[in-house]
């Protein structure tokens, strides 16, 4: 490396990585089957917060936000007991 920056060939000013995404190769037979809610809470909140102050800027009152109290859907999602 030294040498490269010695020669010029490295400035330090770019640089190019690879972002390649590869599934874990963990035992694909030892696993535990989990539940997890499928709703967005954090994305929601942060809409309903941008829609709110959109509408205060235009003059206009905020919306009511109604609160679902049925469960979220669930889906069953795959988790390696020794690398999860």
Same mark, same amino acid.
């Given at each position: 490396v030294?040498q490269?920056?010695?020669h010029?060939l490295?400035g330090g000013?770019?640089?190019?990585s690879?972002?390649t995404?590869?599934k874990?190769?963990?035992?694909?037979?030892?696993y535990?089957?989990? +539940?997890v809610?499928?709703?967005?809470?954090?994305?929601?909140e942060?809409?309903?917060?941008?829609?709110d102050?959109?509408r205060?800027a235009?003059g206009?009152?905020p919306l009511?936000? +109604?609160?679902?109290d049925?469960?979220?859907p669930?889906k069953e999602?795959?988790?390696?007991?020794?690398d999860?």
């Amino acid at each position: 490396v030294e040498q490269a920056i010695g020669h010029g060939l490295i400035g330090g000013r770019v640089f190019y990585s690879d972002s390649t995404h590869l599934k874990a190769s963990a035992n694909k037979n030892g696993y535990d089957i989990h +539940q997890v809610a499928q709703k967005p809470v954090h994305y929601l909140e942060e809409l309903n917060s941008a829609i709110d102050a959109d509408r205060l800027a235009h003059g206009k009152k905020p919306l009511s936000h +109604q609160d679902d109290d049925e469960e979220p859907p669930t889906k069953e999602i795959k988790i390696s007991p020794v690398d999860p």
